[in-house]
């Protein structure tokens, strides 16, 4: 059985940096690729960035672009979010996913973690 368990989140203040981990167990991460993922209570899950094999990282979100970036260490079977400059709008619960490719398409994701929550706040 397919898991993932995001960990890393946490209280910090604006300007600080967090590194969220995605855990994953079931599978061989080499073969999929795995996406990040925000929410806000009443908003629409927003796609972050993304990591395949074939394609690298992919930002699904221009204004992430020289803070976020996302690594995969295959020998621990785990992907990477570092979250640097952080601001209090990106207050969130953050997950990842499994896909078969990176896409902004949410439906392709088979297994989601159960997220873990980011605030950024004085």
């Known amino acids: 059985q397919a898991q993932l368990v995001e960990s890393g989140g946490g209280l910090v203040q604006p300007g600080g940096s967090l590194r969220l981990s995605c855990a994953a167990s079931?599978?061989?991460?080499?073969?999929?690729?795995i996406g990040w993922f925000r929410q806000v209570p009443g908003k629409e899950r927003e796609g972050l960035l993304c990591?395949?094999?074939?394609?690298?990282?992919?930002y699904y979100a221009d204004s992430l672009k020289g803070r976020f970036t996302i690594s995969r260490d295959q020998a621990k079977n785990t992907v990477y979010l570092q979250m640097n400059s952080l601001k209090p709008e990106d207050t969130a619960v953050y997950y990842c996913?499994?896909?078969?490719?990176?896409?902004?398409?949410?439906?392709?994701?088979?297994?989601w973690g159960q997220g873990t929550q980011v605030t950024v706040s004085s």
């Open positions: 996913a499994r896909g078969p490719i990176c896409s902004i398409h949410q439906s392709l994701y088979d297994y």
């Open positions: 079931g599978f061989t991460l080499g073969y999929y690729a």
């Open positions: 990591i395949s094999t074939s394609y690298g990282s992919t």
